[in-house]
């Protein structure tokens, strides 16, 4: 099957990524581009469009298209294994990311454009201004489909990314009819029940150490098997930084038996990275985590915590 | 004792109106205005010139204006009676308010400027575009703090009022040195315990009636003693409606034995306001409240219950 434009984010697509696919799908009402994901997150159903998101498994031949373009991500293997094997010999690629910028110089074997802008608060704000400068003239539900790529990597502008002029093309979007608390509400008054039940646990089980300066919590593999899996507890070790006076949140999830996850987050200027690393972790300087593989949870649980309260 | 500029604003001072008042205050650094409060909500300390924000209780005598300038209300009952009872003839008074304008001609007995526009979203954009009209340079502090009563009164650009040119304005406070993501992990990275700990009751509590389409929970009297009072619990009954499914979300409050508060939040378009009617409330349509006296919390909450489960 040859499709002239296949569209693609990476893995564990978000409404940024998911956005712009759409945003781009909706330019060609007739000969549409074809979005493809390897799974669709319940929380993107509000985005215009949303149907026309084709699942992997809907396509049962190769697929060999004119033109791949990349949202949100800028390597290959930040696509889904499942997804890239469909994919063969695309003439072109054009990639769209605002993330820093990756030593991948072509994907799938083919001449590959970057347009790459780790300044930008998200992918959507980027692939807006390319749109605007290339003529395009916007409907509002494209608009608003931008605007929600922006709502969801600003946090609700609540990010250290929330900087330049980011207001400014809010502005232009809302005045080409998106509609900001619609989109407010479809990413924050949607807190899905399994997530009430991991904030009652999450609560249950706080922690806090050296007199409150750090928030410690944590889920057992039968609280996960409960809720539905990792996914239904997305983003609670953010909730733990949140709390005053805290500097340092963490968030320990018995993924598997015998396999941990943890969350961290701090608050500027405090950073966490370091204990991520000596877990052999990464990710942002505020936000990161680990993963150890452990079979008693109790037992990491403690020393975990010997090395928390030695943070500065 | 006589100043010449008296700042005031509603009794449970808010982000808004204080942003204001200190706003004003920081364009006159030297013959300072007198911002004066009948309380400092703990909240609000990250604003600019927070400290020359006075208590009545620091003011011995009455104080007689030049001018009185009350920002975010506009009637003399929004303001505290003990700190009325301070002011006596000011010459002039000037209102700025984002409310629906009251019934009220005058206040303290003096000619009375109002400057009212129900559209705007807070007060800090209403004076913001005042200032700016008025050619006053706005530094970044003051920028900052115009910017805190927007997030505060948008609930980080969330609610329904997130409309016209909003982001314009923001952007130009940006421009000004006005820092969003400081402004925002003030306002929201700063969960007070007392919070954590009613989200935790209020979470145990919590009961889905007409299949997950209403989230009803409540506090007793006993509760709000150990929680520090009503104030603890600000805003739990706005997390009640995020709840994925959640059509409707109430809150109750035993503030007092024998005496229960009710909070009341829909998502649009589906209206609580008539349930808080039918209990002699009142407020907006989607959020709203009422008080009752009943001795029994238990009884309430059955006829509660009954009065909920029969909403559309």
């Not at 979005?35 to 997150?41: A, C, G």
């Amino acid at each position: 099957e040859a499709r002239s434009i296949l569209l693609l984010t990476h893995q564990n697509p978000d409404i940024d990524g998911l956005s712009c696919m759409l945003a781009f799908t909706l330019l060609f009402p007739e000969k549409a581009p074809l979005p493809l994901v390897e799974e669709i997150p319940s929380n993107a159903s509000f985005l215009h469009g949303f149907s026309r998101l084709k699942l992997t498994e809907e396509i049962k031949d190769l697929i060999s298209p004119d033109l791949v373009i990349l949202f949100d991500a800028s390597c290959e293997r930040r696509i889904s294994e499942k997804l890239r094997a469909k994919v063969k010999d695309p003439k072109l690629v054009l990639v769209f990311d605002h993330h820093q910028r990756e030593d991948c110089a072509e994907l799938f074997g083919a001449k590959t454009y970057f347009i790459i802008n780790p300044e930008e608060a998200s992918t959507s704000i980027l692939f807006y201004r390319f749109l605007k400068e290339a003529g395009f003239s916007l409907t509002p539900e494209i608009a608003e489909n931008l605007l929600a790529g922006i709502y969801y990597d600003t946090g609700s502008f609540r990010y250290e990314n929330v900087k330049g002029d980011i207001f400014q093309v809010v502005q232009e979007l809302v005045t080409l009819g998106a509609r900001p608390s619609y989109v407010a509400q479809a990413l924050y008054e949607n807190f899905p029940l399994s997530q009430v039940k991991a904030l009652r646990i999450v609560l249950n089980r706080l922690r806090l150490l050296n007199g409150g300066k750090i928030a410690l919590s944590f889920l057992t593999f039968e609280d996960l098997q409960d809720l539905g899996g990792e996914r239904a507890i997305n983003d609670l070790a953010s909730f733990l930084r949140s709390i005053q006076g805290v500097k340092y949140g963490a968030l320990v999830k018995e993924v598997e038996k015998g396999r941990i996850k943890v969350s961290l987050r701090s608050k500027a200027p405090w950073e966490i990275l370091p204990l991520a690393k000596e877990y052999g972790g990464g990710g942002h300087r505020y936000a990161c985590g680990f993963q150890v593989k452990r079979e008693s949870l109790e037992e990491f649980l403690k020393d975990f915590e010997e090395k928390l309260v030695r943070l500065p």
